[in-house]
């Protein structure tokens, strides 16, 4: 695969693309806005209000879930610049937190997508998208066939009695 090179400023010192920064700042802007929407939607008593915020609060979170895969696609053409002068075991630190935060933005988002359909409630990206409630919530909590069925040479359980 052929990298590009990272780009420069104005002084000439390396930066990230113009993509990558306006994808890093609009994934933090969404995740301050879902997080806050998160801690304050839980204590609400049930009412449309409540519904809509939980509504806003799954499409804030995949949103980030895109954005990030987007973001990650983005770094794969095109490196970050290097950072500046530092000792190695900065440089060592602050390659291992960059990864962490990928995961975590992975992980965040789809464990609530995950947790979401655990419940019940199908999720509807921008309340137009539904998207598919999880196969997993089947075959670890309801115990039926539902992902069985992709299986050729797997032979399903038998469904629970309940
Ligand atoms: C960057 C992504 C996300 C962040 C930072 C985030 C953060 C949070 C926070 C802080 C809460 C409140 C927890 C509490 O006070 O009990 C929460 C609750 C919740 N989140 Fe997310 N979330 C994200 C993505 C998602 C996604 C993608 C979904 C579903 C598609 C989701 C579904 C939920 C649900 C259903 C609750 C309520 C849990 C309850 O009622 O106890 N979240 N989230």
Known sequence: MTRLPAM???IGA?????TAIA???LIAALIVCGFTLGLSMVDLPLSRQKLQWYAWHKSIGLTVLLL???RLAWRGWHPPPPPPPMPDWQRRAAAISHSMLYVLLLVI???GWLYSSATGVQVVYL???PLPAAALKHHVID???VLWRMFPA???RRPSKG
């Open 14 to 18: 390396p930066r990230y693309t113009s």
């Open 68 to 70: 990030s895969c987007a």
């Open 143 to 145: 115990r039926d066939t």
């Open 154 to 156: 797997a032979r399903p």
């Open 8 to 10: 420069t400023t104005s």
């Open 23 to 25: 994808l890093h700042w």
């Open 127 to 129: 309340g137009l998208v």
């Open 109 to 111: 988002p789809i464990s």
